[in-house]
Each structure stands twice: as structure tokens, then as C-alpha cells.
Nanobody
Framework: QVQLAQSGGGLVQPGGSLRLSCAAS????????MGWYRQAPGKQRESVAS???????NYAESVKGRFTISRDNAKDTVYLQMNSLKPEDTAVYYC??????????????WGQGTQVTVSS
């Protein structure tokens, strides 16, 4: 079982930046898909950014040009760089990774969630 540990959330002023990290608990042989989702109070969870292996990243219209999803294979870590943050970006952010671990087992795991608050 691959567990994902998130970090990097917090309070930031409008226009500021944050980078969220999502680190796997064990070596990942191959990532099939990875994504970041968010859920604001009273709203459904929505996809923010995602990549399926071999395809270009997909971004929600509301974050295009401001957010970037990436990964560091050497660190088995997925990132979400968030720039020009707006109050409406305030939410709990979750990472999701599906793939094959170094031991050959397939997995699809979620991070524990991290709060991002954009406020002056």
C-alpha cells in the first residue's frame, strides 16, 4: 500500500504563491495518473489539475495559467505550484496518485488533505 503525505498548505494573501507537495511512502515504479483536487466548504470536490500517463496536463478553467502540476521521480513526489492565488482558491486540497509501486503492486491512493486559505 502506497500512502501519500501532503505538505505545503497554509494562509497566503491574495496574489501570493504556495507549493503543495505529495510524497509517496514507498518507491513508485510507474505513475499512471496523478492529480490535485480541492473541496471548499459546502461544495463538491473538484479536479484542479491532472495528468494521465502519456497525455498533457488538464487544468480547471479557473486555475489555468496560475497552477502547475509536476512531479519529481527521484523523490516520488508530486507538486502543485499555485501562483496568483485568489480568495476563491480557498479549500482543502487533496492529491491522488495511481500507479505501480516498486514491489509491483498497483495502487490508487489519496493524500490526507491540506488547507489552503487565501485571505488578506
Amino acid at each position: 500500500q502506497v500512502q501519500l503525505a501532503q505538505s505545503g498548505g497554509g494562509l497566503v494573501q491574495p496574489g501570493g504563491s504556495l507549493r503543495l507537495s505529495c510524497a509517496a511512502s514507498r518507491s513508485i515504479f510507474r505513475i499512471y495518473s496523478m492529480g490535485w483536487y480541492r473541496q471548499a466548504p459546502g461544495k463538491q470536490r473538484e479536479s484542479v489539475a491532472s495528468i494521465v500517463s502519456g497525455s498533457s496536463p488538464n487544468y480547471a478553467e479557473s486555475v489555468k495559467g496560475r497552477f502547475t502540476i509536476s512531479r519529481d521521480n527521484a523523490k516520488d513526489t508530486v507538486y502543485l505550484q499555485m501562483n496568483s492565488l485568489k480568495p476563491e482558491d480557498t479549500a482543502v486540497y487533496y492529491c491522488n496518485v495511481g500507479g505501480r509501486a516498486g514491489n509491483g503492486a498497483e495502487f490508487n491512493s489519496w493524500g490526507q488533505g491540506t488547507q489552503v486559505t487565501v485571505s488578506s
